[in-house]
C-alpha cells in the first residue's frame, strides 16, 4: 500500500499547543461497531461505553525530561534529545549540532560535566555520562514536548504531558491516549465494573519520524522495549472466559499486546519490538480502542486504519477538522472498535 492514502489536510488551528485545565474535559469522537453514524460525546463520558467485565490496558510509561542542552569544548550549542536508556550511565541519543562530533569527542552540560561520545548507531549517538543518566535527566532535562508543538515547554508539562498512573521511567514521548484520565475518571471506570491492567511500551523519539519510502512494505519500524506481564496475561485470559471486551489505552498498547502474541498466542514478553501494525494485520487481544488523532502519513494512523478501516477512519478525521477537535499529543480523543461484520 501507497503512504499516500493515509493523508488528510489539517489546518495548523486545529493543533492544540497547549493541554485543557481537566484532564478528561476533551472531546471524544465515538465510531460504533454497527454500521451508522459517528458520536460526538466527551471523555468524561466514556464509562458509559464500557461494560462490566471489560478490561481496559494502559501503558505506564513515565516520560523522561529528555531534551538537554550542551556546548563543545570549542563553545558551540548542542541539543541533545534522548532516544532511550541503554544502562544507568549510557543512552542513545539525537543530536542537532552544526557538525558531528567523532567517537572519543566530549560535550560538557550547563553543570560543567561532560558526556563521552562512545559509539554511533545509524542516526543516533551513544553518550556516557559522569553520573546517573535518569538523575541527570531530572535536574537539567526539559520535557520533549514533540515538534508540533511550537512553544517551549514550561513548567505544567512537567505534570500534564505525564499520565496519572505512569510509573517506569523510559519514554521519550506521552502515551498519548492516557493524558485524558484523571483518578475521578478512573475512579468511575472500576465503579462500572471494569478492571485496569498496566503493559510497559518505552517511546522512542522516533514516533514522530515520518515514512521515508512511499511503499508501506519498505518502511523499517524503530525498535522500542516493552514488557507485558504474566499477571496481564492472566487478566486478559479471565476477561476473554467471562465474555469481557479487552480495550486498548493508546495505540503504543495495542503494539505492546499485539508483540506479545505475535507467535499467535498472548504470552509474557519482556524486549524490544519492530512490529509494523498494517491493513491485512490480523489483531489477536484488542476488541475495542481509546486513542487520540494522529499526524497525517503517520505509522501510528496507519495501524488505527487497520485497527477499523481506512475508508472508515478518514472518514472520521475529516469529521473531526470540520467540527474544530483538538489534534495530536494534548488534543482531543476517539473510541473505536472493528467494524461488525457482515451476517
Do not use: C
Not at 144 to 152: Q, V
Not at 175 to 199: I, S
Not at 256 to 282: C, H, K, V
Not at 289 to 301: A, C, D
Amino acid at each position: 500500500m501507497d503512504r499516500r492514502l493515509f493523508s488528510y489536510h489539517l489546518p495548523e488551528s486545529r493543533i492544540a499547543q497547549a493541554p485543557l485545565s481537566e484532564r478528561s474535559a476533551a472531546r471524544m469522537l465515538v465510531l460504533p461497531r454497527h454500521e451508522g453514524p459517528w458520536q460526538d460525546r466527551m471523555v468524561r463520558e466514556l464509562p458509559d461505553l464500557l461494560q462490566p467485565g471489560d478490561l481496559l490496558v494502559a501503558n505506564a510509561s513515565r516520560v523522561i525530561p529528555a531534551r538537554l542542552w550542551a556546548r563543545k569544548p570549542s563553545g558551540g550549542e548542542v541539543e541533545i534529545l534522548v532516544e532511550r536508556l541503554l544502562s544507568a550511565r549510557l543512552a542513545r541519543v539525537q543530536l542537532r549540532v552544526s557538525k558531528k562530533p567523532a567517537l572519543g569527542a566530549h560535550v560538557i552540560l550547563e553543570d560543567g560535566s561532560r558526556l563521552l561520545l562512545q559509539a554511533r548507531e545509524g542516526a543516533f549517538f551513544d553518550f556516557s555520562a559522569e553520573t546517573d543518566w535518569l538523575e541527570l535527566l531530572t535536574r537539567m532535562g526539559h520535557m520533549p514536548l514533540p515538534p508540533y508543538i511550537t512553544r517551549e515547554d514550561d513548567s505544567q508539562d512537567r505534570e500534564r504531558y505525564q499520565t496519572v498512573y505512569a510509573e517506569r521511567p523510559g519514554s521519550v514521548a506521552a502515551p498519548t491516549a492516557g493524558l485524558h484520565f484523571d483518578q475521578a475518571l478512573l475512579d468511575r471506570v472500576r465503579a462500572r465494573g471494569v478492571e485496569l491492567a498496566m503493559v510497559t511500551l518505552h517511546i522512542g523519539a522516533g514516533t514522530f519520524q515520518p515514512m521515508r519510502h512511499d511503499d508501506l512494505d519498505q518502511h523499517q519500524m524503530h525498535a522500542e522495549w516493552l514488557e507485558v506481564s504474566a499477571e496481564v496475561v492472566e487478566k486478559i485470559k479471565a476477561t476473554r472466559a467471562r465474555g469481557g471486551r479487552v480495550i486498548a489505552i493508546g495505540t503504543t498498547t495495542v503494539r505492546a499486546l499485539e508483540s506479545a502474541a505475535s507467535a499467535g498466542e498472548l504470552m509474557p514478553y519482556q524486549g524490544d519490538t519492530e512490529l509494523f501494525i498494517r491493513p491485512g494485520f490480523q489483531f489477536k487481544v484488542v476488541d475495542a480502542l481509546f486513542t487520540n488523532f494522529h499526524l497525517p502519513e503517520s505509522t501510528l494512523l496507519v495501524m488505527i486504519s487497520a485497527f477499523a478501516g481506512r475508508e472508515r477512519v478518514l472518514a472520521a478525521y475529516e469529521h473531526a477538522v470540520q467540527a474544530e477537535y483538538r489534534f495530536f499529543s494534548y488534543g482531543d480523543a476517539m473510541f473505536l472498535a472493528p467494524p461488525q461484520a457482515s451476517p
